[in-house]
């Protein structure tokens, strides 16, 4: 019997880390007792669904900076008062509060990581802040090796990978190519997320006379960026082509009428957009940036393309295009792959296994 847990996530944002901290929660609430910690008037407390219909018990904190008294004093707090002997943290960024939030509270301290980090932590004060983790999680090897060359590990401590899972449909219906060649994005609308780069790629379909159809999904969380786009796109031929759908519950009935997951988005990690796309048999052109090629490791039908060279990106976009029918024909394996290798019940036991 695996003792009680909390899943910690203090971002206030909407990204694919804030969803996968309540992912996991759900997961492991059918087997643990499971608790959460999240940042007030946050994107995870605001959306009342997440937690809806699961046995999860949710704190809410509330802080002013990453090293706060406050923060320290409301989560030490909920862990006492709530008997808990695990937690899971998807964050960097509160490792401050974190260490003296649970110094000497004998917590299984386990961090989990989906996203690359650059600046190495491995001084002194960091060593330190660290010294009390006991696993550190990645999300795939790309990330677990990222985790050993810049986060200081205590020599009690493990590193594993767990790939993420997601409840993918069993039966689909592939969309028919039509004449028309539907793209779609899904992620926060933010610099570095791709869809810039994915609107420049488009233009070689129009310059070559194919019909097409570009989709985005997801929030817009940089209006600048957006408005940028929107300004870009005016001074296209192509611009009724494309439509920034927002934030949608739709987004599999999306995914189903769409042909190819345009992603050149950097620093992802094993995304769970690629993952729900690879699900839906889609025809996946994603950045050859950290652990894309993971994809290609595991038997997917995908494309990778160079790292932030949008020449590049355009080449594979006609070329997907011109063989569209072949494409999708090899990208239907990507579903029963998906259904085996993200399979919640994997994800589950490999998570359960770290608890004590």
Do not use: W
């Not at 036991?349 to 608890?355: A, F, I, M, N």
């Amino acid at each position: 019997m695996k003792q009680k847990t909390a899943v910690i996530c203090l971002s206030r944002v909407n990204g694919g880390m804030e969803l996968a901290s309540v992912k996991l929660a759900r997961l492991l609430s059918s087997k643990v007792e499971t608790e959460f910690i999240a940042r007030d008037n946050s994107y995870i407390i605001n959306k009342k669904e997440h937690f809806e219909n699961y046995s999860i018990k949710v704190h809410e904190v509330s802080f002013s900076s990453n090293l706060s008294l406050k923060l320290i004093k409301q989560v030490r707090k909920i862990l006492i008062d709530n008997n808990i002997k695990n937690i899971i943290f998807l964050g960097a960024s509160e490792m401050k509060s974190l260490y003296f939030a649970t110094l000497g509270l004998n917590i299984n301290f386990i961090i989990r990581q989906g996203s690359k980090k650059t600046t190495s932590k491995k001084d002194l004060i960091h060593k330190l802040l660290y010294s009390e983790v006991d696993c550190f999680v990645g999300n795939c090897e790309y990330m677990k090796q990222n985790i050993i060359d810049i986060l200081p590990i205590p020599k009690k401590a493990q590193v594993q990978r767990i790939y993420s899972s997601l409840k993918l449909e069993k039966d689909i219906s592939y969309n028919k190519y039509d004449g028309v060649i539907n793209l779609i994005h899904v992620g926060r609308i933010h610099p570095g997320k791709g869809q810039f780069e994915a609107i420049k790629a488009c233009e070689i379909l129009d310059k070559n006379n194919i019909e097409f159809k570009l989709n985005f999904l997801g929030d817009i969380q940089d209006k600048n960026y957006f408005y940028t786009m929107i300004n870009y796109l005016k001074t296209t031929p192509y611009q009724k082509k494309v439509e920034f759908i927002g934030y949608t519950s739709e987004v599999k009935t999306y995914l189903q009428e769409s042909d190819i997951f345009i992603f050149p988005s950097l620093g992802e990690g094993m995304s769970n957009a690629i993952i729900e796309s690879l699900g839906f048999g889609l025809i996946p052109i994603i950045y050859n940036d950290t652990s894309s090629p993971e994809f290609k490791d595991l038997g997917f039908h995908i494309h990778l393309t160079k790292e932030n060279n949008i020449k590049n990106l355009s080449e594979i976009v006609l070329d997907v295009a011109q063989n569209i029918e072949e494409e999708k024909q090899k990208a239907v394996s990507n579903h029963d792959k998906a259904l085996e290798i993200f399979a919640l019940k994997r994800e589950q036991k490999e998570y359960l296994d770290l608890l004590v």
